[in-house]
């Protein structure tokens, strides 16, 4: 019945679309006859928004790493950039998790930390330096950016588990847990401890296995995220799929309605990223992206072009606007700190 009233919500706004000229009612699936807004709150708003500072926290079998990003002036709202200043805001894809390899490609601007002895006992300091400054319970984490935390079974998933306890008692304001892997499951006493303070950020390329295969050869399959995804929801956390980086998922126009009614089906917000970002200035990294190349060779040009996600989104404006803008907002009152003040 779902998908009958999917096509029929498609038909309907092809049909508008070929009566109108550059303006439509609503997002129809060929985006030729509208205009596309970049800037729109659903497209910018970001887990950090409004938050002073945004942290990474990225676990390795050998060690820890942990970054400091204070915000853009720009970034601690849905306002325009001020080309009168220096101010490089944050990409709203810089701080989503990684595969193998995107690992190292635009990082956000920030002070980088490496842990490789008493990492757990590092991290703890600088959680509670960050306490006493009054910083840690206005801004957010981000567990897991250039690391999946949950990859492995051995130690590094130790090492996962004890930074978890920390966040448990250190209590941000927000901790942003990214994963594609089922494992998270593990997570559920912690998790359910942080409540409203934790969202899981579950990465979908894609809606096909075979793209996932193809372009990120060696992680879980769709299937197995969304069965964790559900097993989440069921237990009271907030799920984030992200569809980032967009991958090939069939017809672009056609299938964007399917995929966007998968994520509907299995998320509580849904936010999206791709591999460009529109700066001629970025081409040469994206360029020399492995992932970039199979996109080359397999003549999927489009893929690689900044706002690939475009039609997805717009199909999900028609079938779940409400899980498309995240749930932040302004900190009354919240402290103006230094945030590497001593």
Known sequence: MKKQTIRRAQEAEVSRAARTDSKAESPPTDLSSVQFNQNAPELTRTWHSFAPAAFCLNTYPNGITFSAHTAPKTNRSDEKADSNTNTQPWHPSQ???????????????????????????????????????????SSVIYFGVTSDPFASFHKKFDITMSCLQLLETYK??????????????????????????????????????????RYTPGQPKISERLVAAAGLRRQGVKVNL?????????????????????????????????LAYGKPSQESSLKALPVARKLVADKKFRW???????????????????????????????????????
């Not at 090939?248 to 999206?272: N, V």
Request: aromatic share 10%; glycine share 4%.
């Open 304 to 342: 690689l072009r900044p706002h690939a996600y475009r039609h997805l989104y717009f199909a999900l404006q028609v079938l779940a606007p409400e899980k498309l803008l995240l749930p932040v907002k302004p900190e009354e009152g919240s402290a103006q700190l230094s945030l590497f003040a001593a």
């Open 95 to 137: 701080f989503h998790l990684r595969f193998k390899d995107t690992k190292n490609y635009l990082l956000p601007a920030g002070k980088y930390f490496l842990y490789k002895e008493n990492y757990i006992q590092s991290v703890e300091r600088r959680l509670k330096t960050l306490k006493e400054q009054g910083l840690l319970s």
């Open 172 to 213: 941000p304001r927000r901790v942003v847990i990214q994963t594609r892997s089922p494992m998270v499951i593990s997570a559920l006493p912690t998790l359910k401890a942080l409540g409203e303070r934790a969202v899981v950020a579950m990465p979908i390329e894609s809606r096909l296995e075979r793209a996932i295969q």
């Open 242 to 274: 992200v569809a980032s980086p967009i991958l090939p998922y069939g017809d672009i126009y056609r299938d964007a309605w399917d995929f966007a009614d998968m994520l509907d089906k299995h998320a509580d917000y849904i936010t999206f990223g791709c």
